[in-house]
């Protein structure tokens, strides 16, 4: 069975449903759900990068690294600065969520069925990065087939998007905002060795599965 699908918060919002628009068309045409202003993520990541200045890089460390632009190392410098303020995943992980700087999701309002062994793959429009300085941040977004009708947001499709230019964008409702294709995969041989987990959440819910499986692992 494949077919989209509204999710019962845009039930009573007229959108329009995905559709290829030629016979040919490999992938389904995705439109927002609503209006999305997507900010710069240049101004994002300078947020981000104050913050992390904040953080680590303390009046003691300041006064340190003039000492040595001082002497006359400005690279010395730049590499304590950069060496300092390198922050592991985890710790960007801990950020993001602290803050709510991230990329845009652009809601579609339409959740997907597929059968077994295949997966909604998600594409931003080809025209977007050369019109609008628009691109996926996650470069392709796969949806799963256990991704339908989860607890966390009922498996609704969203498009991860960054802004490139130095000022927002808005995306009106019914814009076209990327495609859909849906693809079948593989999977290895001795895949069934492996236990594999029931999906538990939404957006991101298996990466953080596994990172929670790790954690456990490493106590």
């Known amino acids: 069975m494949f077919k989209f699908e509204k999710v019962k918060r845009f039930e009573n919002v007229e959108i329009a449903e995905p559709v290829r628009k030629t016979k040919n068309s490999a992938c389904y045409d995705m439109v927002a759900a609503e209006d999305v202003i997507v900010y710069p993520m240049a101004r994002l990541t300078s947020d981000l990068g104050d913050i992390v200045a904040r953080q680590k890089l303390t009046e003691e460390v300041q006064g340190a690294v003039q000492k040595m632009v001082d002497a006359g190392k400005p690279d010395l410098a730049q590499q304590m600065v950069d060496t300092l303020a390198t922050c592991t995943i985890d710790e960007v992980s801990a950020l993001t969520k602290q803050t709510g700087l991230k990329p845009t999701l652009i809601p579609t309002g339409y959740k997907a069925y597929m059968d077994d062994e295949y997966s909604l793959d998600l594409y931003i429009r080809s025209s977007s990065p050369l019109k609008y300085w628009l691109i996926l941040a996650n470069s392709t977004g796969i949806i799963d087939a256990d991704y339908v009708d989860n607890p966390d947001n009922e498996g609704e499709i969203f498009f991860q998007v960054i802004n490139l230019l130095p000022f927002p964008i808005k995306i009106k409702k019914g814009e076209i905002i990327g495609q859909a294709k849906f693809v079948r995969f ?14 538990v959440g939404g957006f991101g819910s298996t990466t953080e599965e596994v990172e929670a499986e790790m954690t456990e692992t490493d106590v």
């Open 186 to 199: 593989a999977v290895t041989d001795n895949d069934f060795l492996v236990e594999k987990n029931d999906r």
